[in-house]
């Protein structure tokens, strides 16, 4: 069975004599509208904006089924949202029709933008139970004469701020000059997209402008970069292209810096700090940057992320005030820097001014160092290897590695007696694993050893355990692990 298809009949109340009113809204207090509403003058490009109230004095509710601007100069009326949410965002007649109930209002704007001179009109035309029709009228004025430097500025005319230093600011001062002989109302001066200019002045705030008078409108140019910068100015229908240039400051002059860094020898995982020293007292203020870069020493091996000041960066910045003979980092007098794992050359970049110093220091090649080693008996383990028994013992070591070429590690097992336990030393032969880690890390020369071992017996007789690790540059034994 099919379904009927739905009827929908709008029924406005009846009702001998007109129960709907409109008037205009001020400051609160509305005024009834007759026939006719004149905008009176604006000038080209400005906007006249007026809000207008409907109002249902009737005892039954009523529908807006219609509210349009017509006729050949329709377009310089435009019916806009304004206090009524029902209308905010779209147009009238996708939210048509709209209750209005006894005793309730509806709010709208309308604007006159005139885009000629004239007397333009169109008919506004409303229909919520009874019908009412007004003429809007309003005349197009000769806009605003700019003025700037004394002379009157054209349409399109740039204005020209010159050569800026970047920081710097520079104002061009406009003069927005009513000269029509009649009261007109100030035309829109949208904010400028360039982040380079700014406005601000009289002219920003001013709705209307006296016959004789003028209000003022300051362009800020402050260039953020060097280069040519540029943006549009936008006065009514008026455009003024702006341009000006940024240059870079002359360099403030500092006496020499020096780098200082303790301790003066490093080694992979210090810690380290650098400060400045200026060779006599600054002149005046100022700001500095030291960068950290890293020149590696291993084949194979670019860089070591874990080399950088304290803040995880390679870049700080540092201050000095006028007749200071140090710099100030943001924790004082100096920064922190981490030497890294890797062997290689540390080198710091100052810049001061005009000023570029460096300094180096060297991470030599070093013996593989042990920061913790671990023992422990019957450590779980996967069931399925061939080397996991009820019994076992497992020792972990966690180093580094400077050269990345461990090659090497024994195991040593050791009874209550200090008698090595048998088989003796256990000899890995680890190249390989290492090489394949160290290629897949981002811990510069870090890294960790857990090795388990099965035990033929009672596990508790290992007491002890020692672990022998060798790299290029040697053979490095732990201290005794006890169990």
């Known amino acids: 069975m099919s379904k009927a298809a739905g009827l929908f009949i709008l029924l406005a109340a009846g009702c001998a004599s007109a129960q709907v009113t409109l008037s205009t809204v001020a400051n609160g207090v509305a005024t009834p509208v007759s026939q006719a509403y004149d905008f009176g003058s604006v000038s080209l490009g400005s906007v006249a904006a007026v809000d207008f109230r409907l109002t249902n004095t009737g005892s039954t509710a009523v529908y807006l089924s219609m509210l349009g601007i017509s006729g050949p100069y329709a377009a310089d009326f435009t019916e ?42 169109a008919t506004m035309t409303i229909a919520a139970g009874n019908t009412i029709s007004v003429i809007l009228s309003g005349t197009g004025v000769p806009g605003l004469t700019v003025l700037w430097n004394g002379g009157p500025l054209g349409t399109g005319e740039t204005v020209t701020f ?10 061009v001062a406009l003069s927005l000059s009513n000269l029509t002989g009649t009261t007109i109302t100030a035309p829109a001066v949208p904010a400028l997209e360039s982040g380079d200019f700014s406005l601000s002045g009289s002219a920003l705030t001013a709705t209307t402008i006296a016959a004789g008078s003028a209000v003022e409108l300051d362009i800020i140019f402050k260039p953020s970069t060097t280069g040519l910068r540029q ?14 240039t940024g240059v870079a400051p002359p360099p403030l002059v500092f006496p020499t810096p020096a780098i200082q860094l303790t301790p003066t020898t490093l ?60 710099g100030q980092f943001s924790n004082g007098s100096s920064v922190s820097f981490a030497a890294g794992t890797t062997a290689g050359t540390l080198v710091f ?5 005009n000023q570029t110093v460096q300094a180096k220091a060297v991470i030599a090649a070093s013996l593989i160092g042990i ?33 990345r070429s461990a090659s090497e590690i024994v195991f040593t097992f050791f009874n209550s007696s200090g008698q090595t336990i048998a088989p003796g030393n256990i000899d890995v032969s680890a190249a390989s694993a290492f090489a394949q880690y160290f290629a897949g890390s981002d811990l510069g020369g870090v890294f960790g050893i857990a090795a388990l071992f099965p035990v033929t017996g009672d596990s508790d007789d290992v007491v002890a355990a020692q672990v022998q690790l ?9 201290t005794q692990i006890n169990f």
């Open 231 to 244: 943006a549009t100015l936008t006065i009514g229908l008026d455009t003024y292209p702006l341009e000006g």
């Open 371 to 403: 920061d913790a080693a671990v023992a422990a008996r019957n450590v779980a383990c996967d069931p399925g290897l061939v080397y996991c028994t009820g019994t076992n013992i497992q020792i972990q070591v966690n180093g580094w590695d400077n050269t």
């Open 162 to 171: 010159g050569s800026v230093q970047v920081g710097a600011s520079e104002t």
């Open 80 to 121: 806009v949202c304004s206090l009524s949410p029902q209308l905010c965002g779209q147009s009238a007649t996708q939210v048509l029709p709209v209750q209005l109930n006894p005793n309730g209002t509806l709010d709208f704007t309308v604007q006159f933008k005139p885009f000629q001179l004239g007397s333009p009109s």
């Open 349 to 353: 970049t100052v810049t001061l001014g």
């Open 267 to 326: 080694a992979s995982t210090q810690q380290g700090t650098l400060s400045i020293r200026l060779a006599s007292a600054a002149a005046s203020s100022g700001t500095g940057t030291v960068t950290l870069a890293f020149q590696s020493a291993v084949n194979g091996v670019s860089d070591d992320p874990s080399i950088t000041f304290a803040d995880g960066t390679r870049t700080a910045a540092f201050t000095v005030a006028d007749g200071a003979t140090t």
């Open 470 to 478: 060798t790299n290029s540059q040697g053979s490095v034994q732990s």
